[in-house]
């Protein structure tokens, strides 16, 4: 396992260098720079403009300012100065990636324990009346994006609010009076956060990757050693579950390393909607303000959570087959 880890990571340093020279080149083809706004200010004179481009390193060329950024990066782990915050990247991007990361944590959580039961059902039960009624809902969510289903929720929980008077959360990742709580009831409230959101996001998702399992498992539930099994005196969840909804994730687990950068993604829109703390209304921000090194280092994590998400479906497929060895 360790070579294999060691193997896996040393070919992952040209991948995250090929692509940081495309994430930096790319997002300085943009026209203009931060400057641009204080260029078009006539109060600020051009000295200042020369003083501020000096200390944000904007008046040497793009190459170099690369080899600079990616030099620091593997020897010092800096990703650079932030110019709309002042502070560095890092500093500013950790804690918004940990945030995105705990709500895409639960949301994965969620996305299988309502994907695995549903798809696995209605293989077994297929075209059963609770089936076809699945079916309906499940065509129903394929056919809404998740913001809209995430503004349909927020209308509905206004309405549960105005009616009831419940204090039912609507935004953000915490309460007001979170830093007077106990740690105890710390947590609880960023779960009480949490859960509307990831409920939103994973059930939107949920429709798709159901009917996947639920075409796989029946694919399999064809094949002539499940017959044999059966025919044998296999007890039916037996058959199931170890015989044939193991052979059948064989491919979702080999596509689990794009689901964490995918569900970050996912869950922008309904970090935009809910105001949720999280990656994406920040990287829309330093879009907005051409902050060229947020951007980059956003990025940058996005690239390496896929390249971890690869690494952890690879072991995950030699846990469920052992004909695939990391050795």
């Known amino acids: 396992m360790i070579p294999f880890l060691i193997r896996r990571l040393l070919q992952s340093i040209p991948t995250i260098l090929l692509s940081s020279l495309l994430i930096f080149f790319v997002i ?11 260029k078009l200010n006539p109060n600020i004179s051009q000295e200042q403009l ?11 060329p793009v190459w ?22 002042q502070q560095p990247v890092w500093d500013i991007m950790w804690p918004r990636v940990l945030n995105s990361l705990w709500l895409v944590l639960l949301i994965i959580v969620l996305f299988y324990a309502m994907a695995i039961p549903l798809g696995v059902f209605g293989a077994v039960r297929q075209n059963s009346a609770a089936d076809k009624a699945i079916n309906v809902v499940m065509y129903f969510l394929l056919g809404f994006p998740s913001f809209f289903i995430a503004l349909l929720a927020l209308y509905g929980i206004l309405r549960v609010r105005y009616s009831t008077g419940w204090d039912v959360p609507i935004g953000g990742m915490r309460s007001p009076d979170h830093d007077s709580m106990t740690p105890v009831n710390q947590v ?48 039916e ?12 994730i064989l491919p979702i687990v080999g596509g689990i390393g794009g689901v964490l950068p995918g569900l970050i993604g996912g869950a922008g829109f309904i970090e935009v909607v809910f ?21 980059a280092g956003f990025t940058m994590i996005t690239t390496i959570l896929l390249i971890v998400g690869n690494i952890i479906a690879d072991i995950l497929l030699a846990v469920v087959d052992p004909r695939i060895k990391v050795e």
Do not use: C
């Open 28 to 38: 300085s083809l943009a026209p203009g720079d931060f400057l641009t706004p204080a």
């Open 275 to 295: 105001a949720y703390p999280g990656m994406t209304p920040m990287i829309l921000d330093a879009l907005a303000s051409q902050d060229l090194y947020l951007i």
């Open 188 to 235: 609880f409230d960023i779960a009480k956060h949490l859960a509307i959101p990831a409920f939103i996001a994973a059930i939107t998702d949920v429709a798709g990757l159901s009917r996947y399992i639920r075409a796989l498992m029946l694919d399999v539930l064809r094949s002539d050693y499940i017959r044999t099994a059966r025919a044998k005196g296999v007890s």
């Open 64 to 85: 170099e300012q690369y080899f600079l950024w990616i030099k620091n990066i593997f020897l010092r782990g800096d990703f650079g100065l932030s110019f709309q915050y």
């Open 237 to 248: 969840r037996v058959a199931v579950w170890k015989h044939t909804f193991r052979n059948a």
């Open 50 to 60: 020369d003083l501020l481009a000096r200390n944000f390193g904007l008046d040497r």
